[in-house]
């Protein structure tokens, strides 16, 4: 059995940071890819972040993230973080976490993040 822990959302002025975890626990092999979506409220759920766990160092982001939003990984403890800069009231959303193996994927229970104006 996997468990997921999100860790790290809360309320923030705009311009302020954030930096959300998220570590998977229990009978996980093999992790491929590690994600983070958000949604808003009325929205559907978007992409946000993607690191391989063999990248090289690469990462992928949305363009309404790009330059602000910083995804990284620990492999030994199967964790993934965001670190969120220069927040903006329209991230404000749900942040889950996704963690992708060759057999299925797994989504962290949701951190709330709210950005005020």
């Known amino acids: 059995q996997v468990h997921m822990v999100e860790s790290g959302g809360g309320l923030v002025q705009a311009g302020g940071s954030l930096r959300l975890s998220c570590a998977a626990s229990g009978s996980i092999v093999s992790i491929t890819t590690m994600v983070w979506y958000r949604q808003a409220p009325g929205k559907q759920r978007e992409w946000v972040a993607t690191?391989?766990?063999?990248?090289?160092?690469?990462?992928y982001y949305a363009d309404s993230v790009k330059g602000r939003f910083t995804i990284s990984r620990d492999n030994a403890k199967n964790t993934v973080y965001l670190q969120m800069n220069s927040l903006k009231p329209e991230d404000t959303a749900v942040y889950y976490c996704?963690?992708?193996?060759?057999?299925?994927?797994?989504w962290g229970q949701g951190t709330q993040v709210t950005v005020s104006s």
């Open positions: 690191i391989p766990i063999t990248s090289g160092g690469s990462t």
């Open positions: 996704n963690i992708q193996t060759p057999l299925r994927s797994y």
